[in-house]
């Protein structure tokens, strides 16, 4: 990867870019946090983002407006900030095939389950249904169908007997920050790469 610039798109709580940002923060992570984006101003990790001094953008939809159109917008405001990797954290917001081009191999989602298993919304509850004995968190690169593209990182999280979906989702949460980083690190690092499905990773070379 050229640069590593990292734009980060949310639009609920942010806990995801926090903890990237605390990786940037106490260098695990080498990178800077160019932007942040959300579809909604409302979103909570929006000011928290902006009171660490992180730049934020705003990318609401309109009424009559198609996902490409709303997707061109957000992709002008990540082009603006020189961004080299797009981090999807909680983005609610399916990204359409003209952004996945746009950013092709460069943008990465984080899900809280085991892919394929349990994608799409609600997967912690959806896990918790089906009775699994282990589900986890993914990383993976963001292909132009919903949580499918090739996996960088994946952990497992074992269901316990008394889980409920909100204990789940924290032990899942607190893997997801431990997670996400690492898998950017490896992008950032060129040490990603795709064969068809399956992102290899290649040993650093020293
Ligand atoms: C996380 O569980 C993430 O895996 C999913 O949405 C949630 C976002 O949480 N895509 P946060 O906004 O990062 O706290």
Same mark, same amino acid.
């Not at 949310?10 to 942040?36: P, Q, T, Y």
């Given at each position: 990867m050229r640069g590593r610039n990292l734009g980060v798109l949310?639009?609920?709580?942010?806990?995801?870019? *926090?903890?990237?940002?605390? %990786?940037?923060?106490?260098?695990? *992570?080498?990178?800077?946090? %160019?932007?942040?984006v959300s579809n909604k101003a409302s979103a909570p990790g929006l000011a928290l983002a902006a009171a660490r001094g992180i730049p934020t953008a705003v990318v609401e939809s309109r009424k009559g407006q198609s996902r490409d159109e709303h997707d061109a917008r957000v992709g002008a405001v990540l082009e603006e900030a020189g961004i080299d990797l797009v981090c999807l954290a909680g983005y609610m917001r399916i990204v359409g095939a003209s952004f996945v081009r746009r950013f092709q191999g460069r943008i990465l989602n984080i899900h809280p389950s085991l892919l394929p298993s349990f994608p799409g919304l609600d997967a912690q509850k959806a896990a918790l249904e089906h009775g699994v004995r282990v589900t986890g968190c993914t990383v993976h690169l963001v292909d132009e169908e919903v949580d499918h593209g090739p996996i960088v990182l994946q952990s497992a999280v074992e269901v316990g007997a008394d889980d409920d979906v909100e204990s789940l989702s924290s032990r899942i949460l607190e893997r997801e920050h431990d997670l996400y980083w690492r898998a950017v690190a490896l992008v950032l690092d060129g040490r990603v790469r795709v064969e068809g499905r399956r992102a290899r990773i290649v040993p650093t070379t020293a």
């Open positions: 949310i639009s609920g709580r942010g806990s995801n870019m *926090l903890a990237l940002h605390d %990786a940037i923060a106490d260098r695990r *992570l080498r990178a800077r946090m %160019a932007v942040v």
